[in-house]
């Protein structure tokens, strides 16, 4: 592939592709996301090319990231029509071919509601999707991640070039803050204001970052959109580096996701090749470059400064929050950092303009959420609402409900640093402040629920035993805080609940959440004070003399 | 050395050689390359890189992605990450270390298998999860188990 040199020659690249590609032409999309892939998706990918071979290129196979719904993996989606088939072993296989060849479907292997036994064929038909808003991820079905011409071909990189060649940095920079898009890394803070620090920092040597540590335990839509589409992360990338007038950067990943590394990779060959990164971007004059980087298996090295010490070449050790980041960063030039998903929003704000773009979700939280929903659900998997949808909607609209037929005791947010709400708050809305307020800040997007045998205790326990295990040990409070928290956890755990123990935990929670250097300390007994907050009488059933005493 | 994969292992060193900055990369590197870091190796890359041998080790030791013993045969984790963990993995775990007589981080004499528990892979949809040498074993419960193990030699 010769490199493109112009906005011209990408754009007839673009039309070379589109005719090639009959849209009436069955293709057989096969998820090879985490979940599906540990059904062993692979067998029923293999399976298709065998069989779809011997059909003389009558039909397409496709391997792609994650589709959503990864519940029921491995799952196929059958274009055109999105005819959804759930659970598919190889020996489906043959039957699926015949089936799409002839324009019929194979009604044994579509959902089935659980309840009515009514059937869903096509995936807007389907409840799990029906209620959703793929903006972001919706793409995924669509696109083989090896390939930049799948990319392309569902007008890719389009945002880059409208960016390059109609606007000018303080434009693109205007549009994100007119779009008032924010952080989908935890924090929620608006992305325009912190890109624009670092554009207005004096140093001319300037970094962008895409924060793809994903350390949150049960948060797993990052890897998956990094996995299943990562041109759409990098095309976010070199645009906001062109607002930002960032020279390089890096994309800052999990080391222990094979499949996610070699994506990413190709990826970056990819763009590299076809000129959409290295020097003069599309005749543009406009050089960027980016590299990938590797965590070395410790959760605060998902924290900003940690990172960039990390991509330094130092342990990721947090700094003093004092110091910031997006003035003074990696090697102590302005670095913006921002989170897979943050990034992921900017190409179709670019596109589709900051009108639009504030046109959906709620007052104060502005597009959709990927939210990662698992715990004691019915249906686990990536879901992608508006952001103020009702919670009650992602539990029981789109996830189904608890498992089993029990009860739902509490929802989880944002994991270890997080808090869990009692069910009957099921009707707040998904949104960032709101949820802080409630004590369960959104964080990352990791949802669980939990059902009525959940011990609310032991959740606390094995929460602070998680960030004990993953502390830098850089400051006291947070080194000796901690660990004095799980041990009186631990034992009321163990039914060595002592008098006064509430009081301790109180104190050391106070303590360790005012003294710590960096958020992982600062907030880990947030957990702790939501349980305080809305599960007490539990705490205090296993203290013997308590007013809860049994 | 043998068994490890020794021309990567150097072309790494050499890429790094006289960059005392970038040890942890170096080591990121060797460890994805090799899986495990042996003593040899660690006293090469600090000649190479000019640090001290005691920095190596104290950040080869440290950090979870650095393994320091070679490892079994067979690599056998269970996630204990919060979905998994709301779904039985302790369980699961306590079956694993049972059968195969290993706590987490342990290899057997026979050098069978490595019990690991670890963070979450991102598939918490089929969880609790058994994954042996990269395989998934998804929606597992603490009878499947050796059924499973029974398959690795
Ligand atoms: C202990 C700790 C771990 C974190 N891990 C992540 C992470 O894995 N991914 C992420 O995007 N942000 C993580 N953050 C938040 C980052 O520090 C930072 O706020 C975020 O990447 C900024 O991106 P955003 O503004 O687009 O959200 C973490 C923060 C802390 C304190
Ligand atoms: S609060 Fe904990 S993780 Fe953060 S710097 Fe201090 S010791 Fe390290
Ligand atoms: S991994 Fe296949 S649907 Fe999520
Ligand atoms: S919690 Fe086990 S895979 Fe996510």
Known sequence: ?550 | MSGNNIDGIIAIIEKYRGQPGSLIHALVEIQHENHWLPREVMHQVADALEVPFAQVMQIASFYKAFSLTPKGRHEVHVCTGMTCHLRGAAKLQAKVEELTGLRDGETDAENKFTFETGACLGSCSIGPELIVDGKHYGRMTPEKVEAVLKQYE
């Open chain 1, 1 to 550: 592939m010769p490199k493109l040199q112009s906005v011209a020659e990408l754009e007839k690249y673009r039309a070379e592709i589109l005719a090639q590609r009959d849209p009436a032409k069955p293709c057989i999309a096969v998820c090879a996301g985490a979940a599906c892939d540990g059904m062993d998706s692979a067998a029923v990918a293999a399976a298709f090319v065998t069989e779809a071979g011997k059909l003389g290129g009558k039909i397409e196979v496709r391997t792609t990231g994650c589709h959503g719904y990864c519940e029921k993996g491995p799952n196929v989606v059958v274009t055109p029509g999105d005819i959804c088939y759930f659970e598919v072993q190889p020996a489906d296989v043959p039957e699926i071919l015949a089936a799409t060849l002839k324009g019929e479907v194979v009604e044994r292997l579509v959902y089935k509601d659980p309840n009515t036994g009514a059937k869903a064929v096509h995936m807007h038909e389907v409840p799990f999707y029906k209620h959703q808003t793929r903006l972001l991820i919706g793409d995924n079905p669509k696109i083989d991640p090896m390939r930049i011409d799948d990319y392309l071909a569902v007008g890719g990189y389009a945002a880059l070039v409208k960016a390059l060649t109609e606007m000018k940095p303080d434009q693109v920079l205007d549009e994100v803050k007119k779009a008032n898009l924010r952080g989908r890394g935890g924090g929620g803070f608006p992305a325009g204001s912190k890109w624009e620090t670092t554009k207005n920092a004096p140093e001319k040597t300037k970094y962008v970052i895409v924060n793809g540590h994903e350390g949150e335990s049960a948060a797993f839509m990052d890897r998956a959109m990094l996995t299943g589409n990562p041109h759409k992360i990098l095309e976010g990338l070199i645009i906001g580096a062109y607002a930002i007038g960032a020279q390089k950067g890096f994309m800052y990943t999990r080391h222990d996701m094979p499949l996610l590394e070699k994506h990413v990779r190709n990826a970056l060959a990819q763009a590299k090749e076809y000129g959409l990164l290295g020097q003069n971007i599309l005749g543009s004059g406009f050089d960027f470059e980016c590299e990938l980087h590797f965590d070395v298996g410790i959760f605060v090295s998902g924290e900003s400064s940690a990172l960039m010490r990390s991509i330094e070449g130092n342990p990721p050790e947090p700094r003093p929050k004092y110091i910031r980041t997006s003035v003074s960063g990696i090697w102590d030039k302005p670095s913006n950092l921002n989170n897979v998903e943050t990034w992921a929003n900017v190409p179709q704000i670019i596109t589709k303009g900051a009108e639009w773009f504030t046109s959906i979700g709620s007052e104060k939280s502005k597009g959709t959420k990927l939210i990662s929903l698992s715990g004691n659900v019915v249906n686990s998997g990536i879901v992608e609402v508006p952001m103020g949808t009702p919670l009650r909607t992602l539990v029981f609209d789109i996830g189904g409900g608890v498992r089993d037929g029990k009860t739902l005791k509490a929802i989880h947010f944002g994991g270890a640093m997080g808090g869990s709400i009692p069910a009957d708050l099921i009707d707040a809305p998904l949104d960032f402040d709101g949820m802080s307020k409630l004590g369960a800040p959104i964080g990352a997007g990791g949802l669980l629920l939990m059902d009525e045998d959940t011990d609310m205790v032991e959740i606390a326990r094995y929460l602070l035993d998680f960030l004990v295990n993953e502390s830098c040990g850089k400051c006291a409070p947070c080194r000796e805080g901690m660990p004095q928290m799980l041990h009186i956890l631990t034992n009321m755990t163990q039914g060595k609940g002592k008098p006064g123990d509430l009081e301790r935990l109180e104190d050391l929670a106070e303590v360790t959440g005012a003294a710590s250097l960096c958020a992982l300390g600062k907030t880990s007994p947030d957990p702790l004070k939501s349980m305080f907050r809305y599960f007490k009488p539990e705490y205090e059933a296993r203290i013997p003399g308590g007013s809860g005493d049994k």
